[in-house]
């Protein structure tokens, strides 16, 4: 099993343009996550995604799209890409919703926004 | 709120030394916690969870106490090796559904031999 899957690794965006991160999981997990990692600000939940067909704001959704597009697969979209939003960006996926569920993460997603 | 505070680092060791990574917590409610590391380059791994008080999590000679008395749940290994050397979150879940983790800064542990 691949587990958590991201694509792409690596990205370089200029201001302004737009890009959609992928995230799939093989493990038939109801609920995927979103997060950015920042240098000192450790990991802060974008959206996630309870169960197929929801999706919920996390701590910091401004900026940021999503879509659940079946049980497996989560992107998270950038309509307007912002010096700001250079980060990792972390997809993540547990059996369900409820508390106490692991958190299996993939290996992240570098971007630079120029 | 609900938040997490971890010591910060770098933590620079020798191999052989013995490790403590602070860790304290503000909830709300009733939260199960967790200690997870990241190696170099790579996603997060969970490293050993408690769910309620006086559980002790456990793994790869890692442990942690969960202490609803103090609100910690520091992070400790008896002897640290090279391949220790990663950053190690802590981190909450509230039991309630539909909630996410909330993590802490992170505290980057440098083992050298």
């Known amino acids: 099993n691949a587990g958590v899957t991201q694509t792409p690794k690596f990205q370089v965006l200029k201001t302004g343009q737009s890009m959609t991160l992928q995230c799939a999981q093989d493990m038939n997990h109801n609920s995927m996550y979103w997060y950015r990692q920042d240098p000192g600000m450790g990991l802060r939940l974008i959206y996630y995604s309870a169960s197929e067909g929801t999706t919920d704001k996390g701590e910091v959704p401004n900026g940021y799209n999503v879509s659940r597009l079946n049980k497996r697969e989560f992107s998270l979209r950038l309509e307007s890409a912002a010096p700001s939003q250079t980060s990792v960006y972390f997809c993540?996926?547990?059996?369900?919703?409820?508390?106490?569920?692991?958190?299996?993460f993939g290996p992240g997603t570098r971007l630079l926004v120029l | 709120g609900n938040s997490v505070t971890q010591m910060e680092g770098p933590v620079t060791l020798s191999e052989e030394a013995f490790l403590t990574i602070n860790c304290t917590y503000t909830a709300t409610g009733y939260p199960s916690l967790f200690w997870y590391v990241q190696y170099p380059g790579e996603g997060l791994q969970l490293l050993l969870k408690?769910?309620?008080?006086?559980d002790k999590g456990s793994n790869k000679g890692f442990e942690a106490t969960y202490r609803k008395e103090t609100t910690s749940f520091h992070l400790e290994k008896g002897s640290v090796q090279v391949s220790d050397s990663a950053v190690y979150f802590c981190?909450?879940?509230?039991?309630?559904?539909?909630?996410?983790?909330?993590f802490g800064k992170g505290t980057t542990l440098s083992v050298s031999s």
């Open positions: 993540a996926s547990s059996a369900s919703g409820v508390f106490v569920e692991t958190q299996y």
């Open positions: 408690a769910t309620k008080a006086d």
């Open positions: 981190a909450l879940i509230l039991n309630q559904a539909g909630t996410a983790l909330i």
